[in-house]
């Protein structure tokens, strides 16, 4: 086996961790940093097989868009959380 052959498996058995890892994380932000990690190695994996312009596409919308689309959800969630406990009142 060459070392490129290593190389993609150890990859894709990291993939598959991030995957399992992502359903199972209680926390939402670190589900969203799991699931932008899995997006590079996917953008990586694409370049292993020679798809460059595929993975172009996954880094910029599996990791960038989705990514910060995300986080912006994330950020409104906590925000909604934190005046629902200021004005307990409103339900």
């Excluded at 460059?52 to 925000?79: C, Q, W, Y």
């Amino acid at each position: 086996m060459s070392g490129l052959e290593l190389f993609a498996i150890l990859l894709l058995v990291l993939m598959a961790v991030c995957a399992i890892a992502v359903v199972f994380i209680r926390r939402l932000l670190s589900a969203v940093i799991v699931y932008s990690i899995f997006g590079v190695l996917m953008s990586i994996m694409w370049l292993l097989l020679e798809a460059p312009d595929l993975a172009i596409t996954e880094a910029a919308v599996g990791v960038g868009i989705s990514g910060m689309l995300f986080f912006i959800l994330l950020r409104r969630i906590h925000k909604v959380d934190r005046q629902r406990k200021e004005d307990p009142t409103d339900e």
